[in-house]
């Protein structure tokens, strides 16, 4: 059962260079391009939760499990934009095809959205420690030779 791991990415968005602002002051100029450049990074969120939706739908109806990881930045994202989702699906072989073209139809419509998949991966995300192998710290609970009374 290959894990894949799809990553929703927003896109940057910037004015386009045809806005005219002439006969605007340098105030008013400001304060256009400002609403402007909020109102694409609205509409790129909003693209990108619709993504996302469509991937954990995909997701609920392909995969066995789900696993959510924090989302990655700077290099380890991987590319410009913005990571916003970063799951990993636990599904069974014989639907990894078709969950696979499904997350890639997620942000088909969707300007300034990209989405990767990765994978298959080890399952490493949906397994846990045997009880008693760590503690809430996350340390380990064996001791060593030098813990133990002789």
Known sequence: MPPR???????????????????LGPGRSYLRTRRAQRSSRERAHEAARTAADRIEAAGHAYATDRARHRVQQGELAGSSGENVVNDAYLLREDRSQAFHAEVARAA????GVRVEVTGPWVPY??????????????????SSAEDRPS
């Open 5 to 23: 791991s799809p990553r929703t990415r927003r896109g940057r968005h910037r004015l386009s260079p045809g806005t005219d602002d002439s006969g």
């Open 125 to 142: 995300s949906f397994t846990t420690p045997p009880d008693g192998m760590s503690d809430a710290s996350g340390s380990s609970a064996a």
């Open 108 to 111: 088909e419509d969707l300007a």
